[in-house]
Structures are given as structure tokens and as C-alpha cells.
Antibody, heavy 121, light 109 residues
Framework: QLLLQESGPGLVRPSETLSLSCTVS??????????WGWIRQPPGKGLEWIGS???????YYNPSLKSQVTISIDMSKNQFSLRLHSVTAADTAIYYC?????????????WGQGTLVTVSS | QSALTQPRSVSGSPGQSVAISCTGT?????????VSWYQQLPGKAPKLILY???RRPSGVPDRFSGSKSANTASLTISGLQAEDEADYHC?????????FGGGTKLTVL
């Protein structure tokens, strides 16, 4: 059973960098058919795709967030990570890590439970 | 504002059928057959219920079906049950990113 678990601070100050990690258990990060991604959901709103990374380290970002986002992968720890720079209150959301079919995956087969990150001073 | 447009809410009585639309453009829904639907129960992560417009993952009841016409995809839930009350999100591949709808709240009366 594949499990994804997000971890990181629940509170980030405006203008700082939001950093989250996703630990994958019950399976390997190595897959030619799947990518590892981040999706967020502001409270009471819809989902927004942030981006994804393949096991080779190739990255794909939402054009609207591209200048603000870095996604990386650490095969030795079976983890992948999200860094969102220069955050504002608009970045307050539940952040989900995910495993999706394809490099830019509309089909997400596995989700973490999600972690709420609040941007506030 | 979400890239794909869904109704904010729909409702139906047990046993009835409901449909939820998802309207995009010729650059996303209209261009690819990579449309997915997710069910999200309160306080939970979304769950994949349809992919590639109309394919169901293992374990998803055949009461859930999907279709697409031009720039609009649709999710139909037949034989509505109380446990179907949830938020439903559509999603489409859009070339260089993934677009989501704003989500639709389904109320079972």
C-alpha cells in the first residue's frame, strides 16, 4: 500500500519561503509512467496544480507559479519537496503531495492527507 | 478564478441521477481526452473516480460515468446515494500544466 505523507511548518511569515517534504512509503520513487506532484487547495476553494517532478529530476510547473516554485526529489530519502518563495496570504492553503500518471498528470492515483499552511505574521 | 468552470452546487434525491458539467476551452478539455474527476469528502483528500474522460479506477461503482463533448466534460452519478454527498472536482491536461475546476458541492436531499 503506497502512502504519501507531507511534513513541514504549518505557519510561514509573509515574504518568506514555504518548504514542505513528502515522504513516500510502501513503494519506490522510480517509475517511467508516474510523476510526483504538489497540489494545493485554499480554504473553501478549488484545487490548483503547482507542479511535478519525475524520478530523473525533470520538473514541470504551473506557468502561473513558475517564478515562485521549486520542486526537487531525493531518491536516497524516498522524498520529494516543494519550496514556494516570497509567499503572501494568498498562498494559505492545504498542500497535498501526490503521485500522478504521466509527467503532467491530470490523473492522480495517490494523495497525501494534506497539510494546512497558513501565511501570516 | 479557476481555469475550468463547474456549477457551484447541484442536488438530487436518493435514486435520482445528477450531472455535473466542467467547461474549459479548446486548449484543455477540448484538446485532450485526459479529463479526470475527483470526489472529496469533508476534511479528506480528493479521490480519483474517473480518468481519461470515462474510465473508472478499480473499486469505483459503475454509477459514476463520464463523457465529453467539445469543450465540456460531464460527470453523471446515477442511483444517487447519501454517501455520494461530497465535493466533485474536474481536472484536465492543458499541454504544459493541469487545470482544475472550482469544484461542485453535491447535496443529496
Amino acid at each position: 500500500q503506497l502512502l504519501l505523507q507531507e511534513s513541514g511548518p504549518g505557519l510561514v511569515r509573509p515574504s518568506e519561503t514555504l518548504s514542505l517534504s513528502c515522504t513516500v512509503s510502501g513503494g519506490s520513487l522510480i517509475s517511467d509512467d508516474y510523476s510526483w506532484g504538489w497540489i494545493r487547495q485554499p480554504p473553501g476553494k478549488g484545487l490548483e496544480w503547482i507542479g511535478s517532478v519525475s524520478y530523473t529530476g525533470s520538473t514541470y510547473y504551473n506557468p502561473s507559479l513558475k517564478s515562485q516554485v521549486t520542486i526537487s526529489i531525493d531518491m536516497s530519502k524516498n522524498q520529494f519537496s516543494l519550496r514556494l518563495h516570497s509567499v503572501t496570504a494568498a498562498d494559505t492553503a492545504i498542500y497535498y503531495c501526490s503521485k500522478g500518471h504521466g509527467a503532467i498528470a491530470a490523473r492522480v492515483d495517490y494523495w497525501g492527507q494534506g497539510t494546512l499552511v497558513t501565511v501570516s505574521s | 478564478q479557476s481555469a475550468l468552470t463547474q456549477p457551484r452546487s447541484v442536488s438530487g434525491s436518493p435514486g435520482q441521477s445528477v450531472a455535473i458539467s466542467c467547461t474549459g476551452t479548446s486548449s484543455d478539455v477540448g484538446a485532450y481526452n485526459w479529463v479526470s474527476w475527483y470526489q472529496q469528502l469533508p476534511g479528506k483528500a480528493p479521490k480519483l473516480i474517473l480518468y481519461d474522460v470515462s474510465r473508472r479506477p478499480s473499486g469505483v461503482p459503475d454509477r459514476f460515468s463520464g463523457s465529453k463533448s467539445a469543450n465540456t466534460a460531464s460527470l453523471t452519478i446515477s442511483g444517487l446515494q447519501a454517501e455520494d454527498e461530497a465535493d466533485y472536482h474536474c481536472c484536465s491536461y492543458a499541454g504544459d500544466y493541469v487545470a482544475f475546476g472550482g469544484g461542485t458541492k453535491l447535496t443529496v436531499l
